[in-house]
């Protein structure tokens, strides 16, 4: 109600005498701060939908979109406190306060914090488990948790901490530098993001290390290398913090240097520091919401495990957590050849049980390779070994492991890492009956075979991918094929639909990545490359192990929707934090005494509050400065109708008589009233009772009087119903019986300043009546383009930047829709009924508007 | 839109104030570009430039000292604040001083100049 007791109470304010002249600039003044509020309050609405859509989209952001986007809103709020409080002369300055403690809260949450540079630059794996997480990343805390706390046995060496990672960036003062070349990065851009990344991995590999860093690494390489009469060789594992936490593989993300020598440690070990900025790495963290200044490079020390015999050992089968069985992947020599995808393995399924016998094994290589044949990597006992330690993992993490281990040439097991299974195939839902019927349909497909390694259907172009040439040229949505699964592709898995590959199998980085994404991929397709010409639409059924030419639609519409990455990663929980000091709209009511700068408890708040009152200061001005009340005009259509029209600037024709107490359409030059005015009047009242046209506003009247349409109305409100124009501008308030609606529409020179706008709310039928009222504006509204808002029974919609054509066709819904919803009122006591209405209602707009296109 | 204005773009960015100087350029503004906030200050009283595009970091000054400069002998000259590094103080305080608005990097041309545009229009006495 304060829209109305304001304008009331305005006639008995202190009128400061103008003359004419005076009183048109100061006019003009006060409308040109108006019109740059509605520009803030458009960039501001616009600003909280992209934070908004950011949680739930599923899309990619970084902190800097959180902290740009935040930072631009609270601005441009800023602005709009400052327009009101010059348009109010002043008042409305108490706004401050709840500004600065909203932004105060968003700013404490946005950001940089530094971690310091304190604390041990090295730990020996003998004081490390996984309390020492945040010094060793968890890679390593849970190696140290195996050697320490289970017993087994695990290489000796030390970790290089994230405290000496942090000094050595500070040292050199790098990270200024690599904010600037990360600054505003499009993923997209694959040329850029291979340009940046190389370039950032650079200016780290060069930068000198800081000499104490460098005297305690070989310090303590010295220790190891006491122990063992041969030249020590370590591997240097990265082990980033957050790396192998249970939901987030980085997944061959990182760098291991194998066999680094003495020399080369130091060197080695900013190379790995360096391999945090690797392209894949930073899509990775940007996809899964990581901020690039939590994640820190803490690097593993070992000395290396001469394998004789080395692999993967999953506790239990990837598609099944209840398998009574572990797998083991084994492949003569280093792990690195099971990991990396590039090497023939063989697989066994052992028993989880005691004495732990082989229940399946299957050789890699060709069955007619009798070479092969004859060698076994892994005995009996030693895969029973295996499968003993891969249970006593699980129930010491708690979680089924993913676990890499290798066999020395003297025959004793170390274990090389251990971390949770992730995100297993059997998350996704479980291979459907609904298949087999539907099997018989389906064409003859290009390909069958291979291993799914990544469950799903993707349909896309196919691309062969041999270089990192073809890298640069991978389109988006295309389907990967490849020869081998190398971890460097793993940077195209956000732009893949799918992945083919002719070799490779489930334990390969690449798979894990693409469980991760929820990209279905097919490992160990032979005749892929030669069978799949670039550019050839396919759809591939990763859970089938069958590529098909052509899209098969059956097949896609069983496709599971992707996961959302974003969902629990710091980024992701950060901006959910700031949410709740921006978007909840509190102030939803302007009639209501709480609708004051001291309720303003969120940005959306603020934003609803200044444009309110700034509406109201326009109305205002007139009264406040000495206009008489003839400001208003009283709209003329056959005969005097209930709305009144205010100018603000240039909405009537020059040749209008400003004397007049009247106006009729013709001195109308309001684009967007006449838009809103069209729609209102091309269709008839169709519903009961019948109503003429005459007077339009009656119409609405009547039926708001009339008690058979809501018997809850006993007297309709005498409110005026008031267009607030400009040739570019209309703001319209109507309130009918108990219904609230507001139109406002801005169609500028520039697309920043355009949108429409509506809000409703209210009317006095029965809840259930009230919401599918409500339900079917917001079908109707989202169909045209609107962005809806709905909460309870109250709604809002808008459209922003777009062309001034488009727009004005919106504005013809809207009025339509004004007078309908009354008669839509009387239908909804059924949904049935309520279809029948919306076709109609559809019909009626398809008609109504000039299809235009958005710009 | 008015496509012939003059603008001064002060950023210590070169790629970036040579790129989207040149693309400006190419739309039929007239643009200049000035590396440090002395440089911009000399262009600007030379009398030249209708809307400045100012960065918030510059090597010589910071540049809402530079912003409170530019206002203080050229209350009506309409100045941009553009950055890449989002803060809401700074922010605020540009605007305090008379930014006619703040944007960050990376801002797509498109915007900008209509930014440049409605500053620029924003910026003319009101209601001619």
Same mark, same amino acid.
């Given at each position: ?13 202190t ?8 009183l ?9 701060e ?26 990619s ?8 986007n ?71 805390a ?34 200024v ?6 600054k ?13 990344s ?28 006491a ?11 990265s ?7 249970s ?9 291991t ?16 520091v360096?391999?945090?900025y ?91 390779d ?23 993992l ?44 539907? !099997?018989?349909?389906? *064409?003859? =497909?290009? $390909?069958?075979? @291979?291993?799914? %390694? ?36 793993a ?29 279905p ?29 052509g ?5 896609? !519409?069983?496709?599971? *929707?992707? =996961?959302? $990455?974003?969902? @629990?990663?710091? %980024? ?23 609708f ?13 509050f ?6 109201v ?21 056959d005969?005097p ?12 024709t ?20 006449? !838009? ?62 108990y ?43 989202s ?49 049935g ?23 | 839109?008015?496509?012939d ?27 200049k570009?000035?590396l ?15 809307v ?8 010589d ?44 990097k ?23």
């Open positions: 109600m304060s829209f109305y007791f304001d304008r009331l109470t305005s006639f008995f304010r009128k400061p005498r103008l003359k004419p002249a005076e048109q600039a100061a006019f003009r003044g006060h409308y040109k108006f019109r740059a509020l509605l520009t803030a309050n458009n960039n501001a609405l616009e600003l909280m939908a992209e934070l908004e859509q950011a949680l739930t989209a599923g899309h952001f970084g902190m800097a979109f959180v902290r740009g935040c930072t631009a809103l609270s601005v441009n709020i800023y602005k709009m406190i400052q327009h009101l409080t010059r348009l109010a002369d002043g008042r409305y300055v108490e706004l401050d306060h709840p500004f600065r403690t909203i932004t105060r809260e968003l700013e404490q949450l946005i950001a940089i914090r530094s971690l310091s540079t304190e604390g041990e630059v090295i730990l020996s794996m003998k004081e490390i488990d996984v309390t020492k997480v945040d010094q060793v990343g968890e890679k390593m849970n190696l140290g948790e195996v050697k320490n706390r289970v017993g087994l046995r695990t290489p000796d060496g030390f970790v290089i901490t994230a405290a000496a990672a942090r000094k050595f960036i500070a040292t050199s003062d790098l990270q530098e690599i904010n600037r070349r990360l505003g990065l499009d993923l997209d851009n694959l040329e850029e993001l291979y340009t940046v190389a370039g950032i991995q650079s200016l780290i590999s060069n930068a000198p290390l800081p000499t104490e860093l460098e005297e305690a690494i070989l310090a303590h390489h010295r220790q190891l290398a122990d063992s009469d041969e030249e020590l060789l370590v591997a240097l594992r082990s980033a913090l957050g790396e192998d936490s939901n987030v593989s980085f997944a061959g993300q990182y760098r240097q194998l066999n680094v020598s003495r020399e080369f440690v130091g060197q080695a070990y900013k190379e790995i360096a391999g945090k690797k392209s894949q790495a930073i899509v990775y963290r940007q996809q899964r919401g990581y901020r690039n200044l939590d994640v820190h490079m803490c690097v593993g020390c070992l000395r290396m495990v001469n394998g004789a015999v080395s692999g993967v050992l999953y506790s239990r089968a990837p598609d099944n957590p209840r398998s009574p069985f572990v797998i083991i992947q084994a492949a003569p020599g280093l792990a690195s050849a099971v990991v990396d995808g590039s090497g023939v393995t063989d697989q066994f399924r052992v028993s989880r049980t005691p004495p732990h016998p082989i229940l399946h094994r299957q050789s890699g290589v060709e069955e007619n009798s070479a092969a044949i004859s060698r076994r990597t892994l005995t009996d006992d030693q895969a029973a070994e295996l499968a003993a330690i891969g249970v006593r699980e129930e010491h993490f708690g979680t089924p492991q993913d676990i890499e281990w290798s066999i020395d040439q003297s025959g004793l097991l170390y274990i090389l890492q251990s971390r949770p299974l992730g995100r297993s195939l059997s998350e996704e839902p479980p291979e459907t009956s609904e298949y087999k019927p539907m !099997a018989a349909d389906l *064409p003859e =497909p290009l $390909l069958i075979g @291979g291993a799914c %390694v990544s469950r799903g259907v993707g349909y896309g172009p196919a691309f062969k991918v041999r270089s990192s040439l073809d890298l640069l040229r991978f389109p988006k949505g295309a389907v990967l094929v490849i020869e081998t699964p190398y971890p460097e592709w940077s195209l898995l956000n732009r893949a639909a799918a992945v083919v590959s002719e070799t490779g199998q489930m334990a390969a980085h690449l798979a894990t990545v693409a469980r991760e994404f929820g990209v991929a097919i490992f160990g397709m032979k005749q892929a490359k030669a069978t799949l010409a670039n550019d050839t639409l396919i759809t591939v059924d990763a859970t089938a192990g069958k590529v098909y030419a899209r098969i639609e059956p097949l896609l !519409a069983l496709a599971a *929707p992707k =996961p959302n $990455l974003m969902v @629990g990663s710091p %980024v992701y929980k950060i901006l959910t934090q700031a949410l709740v000091h921006i978007t909840p709209l509190n102030l939803t009511d302007p009639a209501s005494p709480y004051r700068p001291d309720s303003c408890k969120t940005l959306h708040d603020l934003t609803r200044c444009h309110e009152k700034a509406v200061e326009m109305f205002n001005f007139g009264e406040r400065y000495g206009f008489d009340d003839k400001t208003a005009k009283q709209l003329v259509v005969a109708s209930q709305w009144w029209v205010i100018d603000l600037d240039d909405g009537f020059p040749d209008f008589d400003p004397e007049s107490r009247y106006i009729d359409l013709g001195h109308i030059v309001s684009l967007p009233m006449l !838009a809103i005015w069209q729609g209102m009047t091309a269709f008839p009242w169709a519903g009961p009772p019948p109503v003429s046209l005459g007077g339009f506003g009656s119409i609405i009247f009547q039926s708001t009087r009339n008690p058979h349409l809501d018997p809850a109305v006993r007297s309709a409100m005498a409110a005026k119903n008031y267009f607030l124009i400009s040739k570019n501008y209309c703001n319209l308030n109507v309130r009918l019986g219904h609230f609606a507001l139109v406002e529409a801005n169609l500028g020179e520039f697309l920043t300043e355009n949108y429409v706008s509506f809000q409703f709310k209210g009317g006095a039928a029965d809840e259930n009546r009230r919401l599918l009222r409500i339900r079917l504006i917001s079908d109707i509204l169909e045209f383009g609107f962005r809806v808002e709905q909460k309870v029974d109250a709604m809002t919609a808008r459209i922003e930047k777009k062309p001034g054509a488009f727009l004005l066709e919106r504005l013809k819904i809207l009025g339509y829709l004004l007078i309908h919803t009354r008669q839509i009122d009387m239908v909804m006591a059924d949904e009924m309520a279809a029948g209405y919306r076709r109609k209602i559809m019909t009626d707009l398809h008609t109504l508007i000039i299809p235009t296109t958005e710009g | 839109m008015a496509t204005l003059k603008i001064l773009l002060i950023d210590d960015e070169s790629d970036f104030v040579e790129t989207t100087c040149k693309r400006l350029i190419r739309r039929g503004y007239s643009a570009t000035a440090t906030c002395a440089d911009g200050l000399t262009i600007i009283a030379s009398g030249w430039p209708e400045v595009v100012l960065d918030v970091m510059l090597p000054r910071d540049g809402v000292d530079c912003l409170r400069e530019i206002k203080e002998k050229w209350p009506t000259l309409p100045v941009i604040l553009l950055t890449g590094h989002a803060c809401m103080q700074t922010g605020m305080h540009g605007l305090e001083y008379g930014a006619s608005d703040y944007c960050l990376p801002i797509d041309l498109e915007t900008l100049v209509e930014k440049i545009a409605i500053a620029h229009r924003e910026s003319q006495k009101p209601g001619i």
